[in-house]
């Protein structure tokens, strides 16, 4: 597969994947009583307002190129966690709605995985490009949840973890944050993000397949 069919197969999974992953964190703050979100138009589905140039656009697009780990980010949604009705318990559920919008994608990626497969034993073509597209879209899901998923400020995990330690404890732990992302790209560039996650990944995925029908 050529660099533009895979940029074609992976373009919509990839950008509903980061677009609602925020969405999911803004819906959930909304609900918990902070508006901030809302009012600055970042709980809709229109990705252009969640896009960020480096994270949902180049770095997705030199990883695919390179054929290794994808993975990507949007901007983030803002909460003001002063807001919510139980600051801490309620900051670690709006942490946690992301990683759980992909799962719930992960799944219906799954399922759109295996109608490409009825369709294709039917004997129509348009059935491979869509198989092709609904794996991307299992794997590119499964890997923003449970990469986000890691214990690291400010990262998803991170957050939940800060809101379920004792405060004086998490305000030590809060301090890793400004080096959160340096400490993702070297595990990144070094191989080691790979290792770790990419059984996670592989092995969630085989499972959900197997669990819609598929044997991958």
């Known amino acids: 597969m050529g660099l533009i069919q895979k940029i074609l197969i992976w373009a919509i999974p990839l950008l509903f994947a980061i677009t609602l992953h925020e969405v999911a964190h803004g819906w959930v703050a909304n609900k918990f009583g902070d508006k901030t979100a809302l009012m600055m138009g970042r709980i809709t589905l229109n990705p252009i307002k969640h896009i960020d140039l480096i994270g949902t656009i180049i770095v997705p697009l030199v990883l695919l190129a390179l054929g290794g780990f994808i993975f990507g980010w949007a901007k983030p949604v803002p909460v003001t966690q ?9 900051m670690a559920i709006v942490a946690l709605a992301g990683p759980v919008a992909n799962l719930i994608m ?39 949840m449970i990469l986000n998923l890691i214990p690291l400020p400010p990262l998803d995990g991170g957050r939940v973890v800060s809101n379920i330690l004792p405060p004086k404890v998490a305000y030590h732990y809060d301090r890793i944050e400004p080096f959160g992302f340096m400490i993702l790209l070297i595990l990144l560039v070094t191989g080691i993000l790979g290792g770790v996650l990419g059984p996670l990944i592989f092995g969630s995925a085989r499972w959900l397949l197997r669990l819609v029908g598929i044997d991958f």
Do not use: C, K, T
Request: hydrophobic share 55%; net charge positive; no cysteine.
């Open 106 to 144: 992960a799944v219906f990626w799954a399922l759109i995985m295996r109608l490409g497969y009825f369709i294709h034993v039917e004997g129509l073509s348009v059935g491979r490009p869509i198989i092709w597209m609904g794996q991307a879209g299992v794997f590119i899901n499964l890997m923003l």
């Open 82 to 90: 002063r807001n919510l009705r139980h600051p801490r318990r309620d």
